[in-house]
């Protein structure tokens, strides 16, 4: 603390509150310090600020004014002033640092520059960023089995295919069968699919229909008869909302609730009224469709009304239309209706209609199911079998989705482990297919069969003599479903 030798009274002042350190103010009069205070308040601050920059009492020169001695001694560190001028200890001594006027000058100069140069700004809400949503996980949305080989179709509609390849039904551009599933190549925009046999055929999203696999007998209808390792589009046919492949001919749904069909017709099965084979799509004589299947030289459709008309080979009574005989046109089957799904097997089908299956054709195996191993020309109720939502036939079996016990019933052929219960054993009534639960869609091949569960999960069952199961197993099938490689 400075003091003031002559009248020995000193006043304190502080700077602002965002300054540190403190000035004292040497006055002569009282007077003359009330009537200055105001600028003193305001030079002292400066100084003290000052004091922050160059170290307190080792000042040698402030703004350009050399410090002169004012002669009084005084203590420690610290600014005064007299009634002119700005005063500052340094060693012990008082000495002149700048006058007043000027030092007030220069602090008013300092204040404005702050105020133009650093102006307060209002706080700022920082700005949210929002991120687009994930895009959905591409999972199966739909599948289909041939003789030895699967095929599924994603929601970002490619169709990967694993199994047998002799014939290039995997699409995969070459003819070696895979294990794993494989993409099919040059197809994007898939909106469904179906395969049979050694063929494979996809609506694609602007209703055209590309095949591929074997086309010894025209039916992947692309006006010639060869095998294709790749999809191939068939010409003349657009506006197709389902495809369905048989053994050797295969045939569209169109939008406008008319068929075209393509590929052997020794047995009718084209519905043409013909029988000769096309290499390119025909109109059938089928209207009011609303789901086709097709097996093994017969097809079968449901429509709009809940009927089925059925058209094509006759023997085991697989048109269900009550006679041997052999008809050149479609012809509906009787006693069903209110027919909600469809399926044609390799030589027999079912319906289901208010939640009860009925099944024709085909029945040394029991693939009927109605207890008995009797072929039928007429639809026979599957015993002990309610709530169905869906069935599927393959060759001398059957499979159903029922909501009874949220399971999945089997029933006929099971030499491959195709019923899904466990064993090898042949049953002419339905047995459950493991402990499936979940089902969304259900689907048979010659001799294997997948299912779609709801978690976008799929479990299979049956022979896998090429891998059609995407799985390696040591006996060459399996008699309970079993998680695929890559989607379980």
Known sequence: MCSDTQDGRLAELRPPHHWTGSVVVMARHPQTLRTTRPRVRVVVALCAFSILLVGACEASDVYGLPMQRAGRRCSGNGFARDSKNVLQCVKGRWKVNMTIDRAVAMINGYNAAQATTTPVSPPQTPETTVLPPPPPPVVPQQIALGNAHTCVLLTDGFVKCWGANDQGQLGIGSFSSRLEPTEVVGLVGAVQISAARDSTCAVRGDGSVACWGD??????????????????????????????????????????ATVKCWGSNVAYQL?????????????????????????????????????????????????????????????????VSGVTDLSAGDNHACAVAAGVVRCWGYNEFGGLGDG?????????????????????????????????????????????????????INSNTPVRAGSLSGVAQLEAGDDHVCALKTDSTLRCWGSNSRGQLGLFTPLGYMTTPTGVIGFS
Not at 238 to 246: E, H, L, N, P, S
Not at 390 to 418: E, I
């Open 215 to 256: 086309g010894s007998r025209a039916q992947l209808g692309i006006g010639f008869s060869a095998d294709s390792p790749v999809p191939l589009v068939v010409p003349n046919v657009m506006g197709a909302v389902q495809v369905a492949v048989g053994v050797d001919h295969s045939c569209a749904l169109l939008g406008d």
């Open 271 to 335: 519905g043409d009224g013909t029988a000769s084979g096309r290499l390119t799509a025909v109109v059938a004589n089928a209207s009011q469709v609303a789901q086709l299947n097709a097996g093994a030289l017969f097809t079968c459709a449901r429509t709009l009304t809940g009927t089925v008309t059925c058209w094509g080979y006759s023997s085991t009574g697989r048109l269900g239309n009550g006679s041997p005989s052999q008809p050149t046109m479609p012809e509906e089957v009787p006693g």
């Open 372 to 424: 008995s191993n009797v072929n039928r020309n007429s639809p026979v109720t599957v015993s002990s079998l309610s709530a169905v939502s869906k069935v599927t036939a393959g060759r001398g079996f059957s499979c159903a989705v029922t909501t009874t016990f949220d399971s999945v019933q089997c029933w006929g052929a099971n030499s491959l482990g195709t019923l899904g219960d466990g064993t090898t």
